[in-house]
């Protein structure tokens, strides 16, 4: 009884955003299966490749959603491993009632996924954002407005 209950514990610490402090040994740096959106108005076929993807917000959030802190944490081990590589962060919003309003609610999305990489042991200089609020996102339809609200990562070597 008092294991099952120590288990439980466990499985709620490791459930939460926090433990993400622990890390663990990745052989290689792998990605969650997942629908890629490099045209954010077409799908893409599934890519495993975690040096490009996005990150989807729910509207004028900022959180980062469960399945990409998946993501961001192997992001985060294989830049902590690979010093001469950066992660460019692009973010994007559509669902302010003006420009300035999209433009701090993508810079809030930019900086939650700085938070969580610096969290991560990122160093500094390996983290370069943008946030663009909805310039570089047209607004067509209601699917349109769901697929800006957007973070836009990608790997590259430091250069």
């Known amino acids: 009884m008092h294991l099952h209950k120590i288990n439980k514990v466990l499985i709620c610490i490791l459930l939460t955003y926090t433990v993400q402090y622990l890390t663990l040994p990745f052989p290689d740096l792998l990605a969650e299966e997942g629908v890629i959106f490099e045209n954010p108005y077409k799908k893409t076929e599934k890519q495993t490749d975690v040096t490009q993807f996005t990150i989807y917000f729910t509207k004028k959030s900022h959180l980062i959603p469960k399945q990409d802190q998946v993501r961001l ?3 985060a081990d294989f830049l902590y491993r690979n010093r001469n590589f950066e992660i460019l962060i692009s973010a994007h919003a559509v669902e302010g009632k003006t420009n300035k309003e999209n433009v701090l609610i993508s810079e ?50 430091i250069g």
């Open 73 to 75: 944490q192997s992001v």
């Open 108 to 157: 809030k999305r930019s900086l939650e996924v700085e938070r969580f990489l610096l969290i991560h042991s990122v160093e500094p200089n390996q983290i370069r954002r943008l946030f663009y609020g909805n310039s570089k996102s047209p607004n067509l339809t209601k699917e349109h407005e769901a697929l800006n609200r957007r973070v836009e990562i990608l790997l590259q070597p």
